[in-house]
């Protein structure tokens, strides 16, 4: 059972990802994140998971929103019902941003899947669903040996991309 609590506790304290929901910034949100070596999932129902990431929902921003991921020898994943997963990304749902959303996002040697019912995927890219922007996107990702699948019911994927619904 220790080895069990110690994985659980790595990855939780491995996915460094800054999450907002029903906010109002006005501003800069930055993220910094660098992860060796780490695993983040999330199995369950409703599963999501995020690993050195952005996910905005129902926010509004007024100024900068900027990740800089570094991912050397990461694997997320979210196999679950809903799931999602999301490694070195900005994801934002009905989100309204006047300025600027960069993602600089350095994936090597990662591993990136969603697998289940819901599935998604994500790596190093900026995903804007029923969002609006009024400024810049942009997506500078270098990826080298990545994966990244989607297999499931409602599967997609993308790396090093900007994707607009």
Do not use: R
Request: net charge positive; charged share 15%; no cysteine.
């Amino acid at each position: 059972m220790k080895k069990i609590t110690a994985l659980v506790i790595g990855v939780l304290l491995v996915g460094t990802t800054a999450v907002y929901a029903d906010s109002s910034v006005k501003g800069t949100v930055t993220n910094n994140a660098t992860v060796k070596n780490g695993v983040n999932s999330a199995i369950g129902k409703g599963a999501t998971a995020n690993m050195a990431s952005i996910t905005m929902k129902n926010s509004n921003v007024d100024g900068t929103v900027t990740n800089n991921a570094t991912i050397e020898k990461g694997i997320n994943s979210a196999i679950g019902e809903k799931a999602t997963a999301n490694m070195g990304a900005i994801t934002m749902d009905n989100a309204n941003v006047k300025g600027t959303v960069t993602n600089n996002a350095t994936v090597k040697n990662g591993v990136n899947s969603a697998i289940g019912k819901g599935a998604t995927a994500n790596m190093a890219t900026v995903t804007l669903k029923n969002s609006s922007v009024d400024g810049t996107v942009t997506n500078n990702a270098t990826i080298e040996k990545g994966i990244n699948s989607a297999i499931g019911e409602d599967a997609s994927a993308s790396m090093g991309s900007v994707t607009m619904e």
